[in-house]
Nanobody, 123 residues
Framework: QVQLVESGGGLVQAGGSLRLSCAAS????????MGWFRQAPGKEREFVAS????????YYADSVKGRFTISRDNAKNTVYLQMNSLKPEDTAVYYC????????????????WGQGTQVTVSS
């Protein structure tokens, strides 16, 4: 069965950095676009970033553009989210998701989701 397992979350001070990882199993990783989403308490889930199957195309939410970088390693079946210059408003549970499309974005219907990892940014 398909599993997406996020890791790398934690508590960090504002201005700090974290790198999230999402390890995929049970699917042909290179055949899926990958995305990162987040959900803060009391708010709807929102798109953060996505990357195409090959890694050649990426999309970012305006709120994270220039601070976050999504990347993938198809040999390791893993997608990453490097988060720099973190702000308290980045506090949320971060989820990775997989989509069969060549290029998936904010409004794609992702097929699989991970359980999430908590990121807390203190001021």
């Amino acid at each position: 069965q398909v599993q997406l397992v996020e890791s790398g979350g934690g508590l960090v001070q504002a201005g700090g950095s974290l790198r999230l990882s999402c390890a995929a199993s049970g699917l042909t990783f290179s055949s899926y676009s990958m995305g990162w989403f987040r959900q803060a308490p009391g708010k709807e889930r929102e798109f953060v970033a996505s990357i195409s199957r090959s890694g050649g195309t990426t999309y970012y939410a305006d709120s994270v553009k220039g601070r976050f970088t999504i990347s993938r390693d198809n040999a390791k079946n893993t997608v990453y989210l490097q988060m720099n210059s973190l702000k308290p408003e980045d506090t949320a549970v971060y989820y990775c998701a997989a989509d069969r499309a060549v290029v998936a974005g904010q409004f794609s219907a992702y097929d699989y989701w991970g359980q999430g990892t908590q990121v807390t940014v203190s001021s």
